[in-house]
């Protein structure tokens, strides 16, 4: 389902196909509230070109190429009556310019109308950078929600979520402290819709139990956070110890839970400890004579180049779900 940057957007193309999108419908592919296409409607002449019968307005393509235009500049943080004042006065796509003098090239149709190239990803991706980008909590919470209620827990996270995160950190990378704010913003608002939708959380069982920490130094919680939801969603017990848990902090952790499990996370490799996850993985409990030792899960990019037989290091969520799965149903 990702997008193809040669081709115009999944949105125009469903608005050529059928009669045109609703306010609702353009609202969700732009990222933005309801209300916000209604006011620059209303303020700024930006509304359906062509009226249909009925109550309810259609937008057309042209409509929608113009409301993205509208957002690539208001995103970049040009007022909003300057920035309708630009989008109308481009022609449509399919209107022939009327100067020969050769028009500026479109913004490329891979970015999310804010200079982030997402690439081949969900359109809803687009949505929820450009919500981040305006620091618009509601309509980002709204588009997080939509997207985890209708691809799932997991999918929404590898698909959805952690493709614009990516995105929003590169460009943050790439122009110094501008994005900082957006970057946490964004952040926060998955870790609360996560939360909302991790089911309650379950009882633990004997040998069944998976324990997630980052290690120490390392603050990077989110893929832990989607990790505990998506085993909690499957009836399995999880321990959550979040950012920079200290060494003797984990241990203690292991040895009260008695977990089947340790995921234990490394954004980076200064973070990743290939003899703390060893000595995790060493570490015995239960009852003398029937004696266990956890599975320890090298979670994120940091132990690259780390791992060592007998501590799994899946690359993605599902494959790190299916790992513990394996374990606590031996």
């Known amino acids: 389902m990702g997008l193809d940057r040669d081709d115009e957007t999944d949105a ?5 196909r059928g009669g045109g999108l609703t306010t609702g ?15 620059w409607d209303r303020r700024y002449g930006l509304g359906p070109a062509a009226h249909t019968g009925g109550r309810h307005r259609r937008w057309t393509a042209d409509d929608l190429a113009r409301l993205e235009r509208m957002c690539a500049l208001t995103a970049t943080g040009l007022p909003p009556a300057e920035a309708a004042r630009l989008a109308l006065g481009e022609a449509a796509p399919d209107t022939p310019p009327r100067r020969t003098a050769p028009r500026p090239p479109p913004p490329e149709r891979s970015r999310a109308g804010t200079g982030m190239r997402l690439g081949d990803v969900r359109q809803e991706c687009k949505g929820i950078a450009r919500s981040a980008l305006r620091l618009d909590a509601a309509a980002l919470d709204k ?5 985890i209620e209708e691809h799932g827990l997991v999918a929404a996270w590898t698909e959805v979520i952690m493709p614009t995160l990516q995105a929003v950190g590169r460009k943050w990378e790439s122009a110094g402290e501008r994005y900082v704010e957006v970057e946490h913003f964004l952040s926060w608002h998955v870790s609360g819709a996560l ?19 980052c290690v120490p130094a390392e603050n990077h919680t ?14 399995l017990p999880v321990r959550m110890f979040g950012g920079a848990l200290p060494v003797e902090s984990l241990v203690a ?7 089947a499990a340790v995921g234990l996370w490394a954004q980076s490799r200064t973070t990743a400890s290939r003899p703390l996850a060893q000595h995790v993985s060493a570490i015995e409990w239960g009852v003398r004579g029937a004696r266990r030792k956890p599975v320890v899960l090298t ?4 132990w690259a180049g780390q791992t060592s037989p007998g501590l799994p290091h899946p690359p993605g969520l599902s ?6 799965e394996s374990v606590v149903h031996r």
């Open 12 to 16: 125009a193309a469903d608005a050529r």
């Open 299 to 302: 979670l994120g990019p940091g």
């Open 253 to 259: 952790a292991v040895r009260r839970t008695g977990p």
């Open 319 to 324: 494959e790190a779900v299916a790992v513990v």
């Open 25 to 39: 419908e353009v609202a969700r592919r732009l990222g933005v509230a309801p209300t916000t296409v209604r006011s």
């Open 195 to 213: 939360r909302r939708h991790a089911p309650p959380v379950v009882a633990d069982r004997p040998g069944a139990t998976t324990v997630l920490a």
């Open 143 to 147: 588009l997080l929600e939509d997207a």
């Open 222 to 235: 989110l893929p832990l956070e989607v990790l505990a939801a998506a085993l909690a969603e499957r009836g």
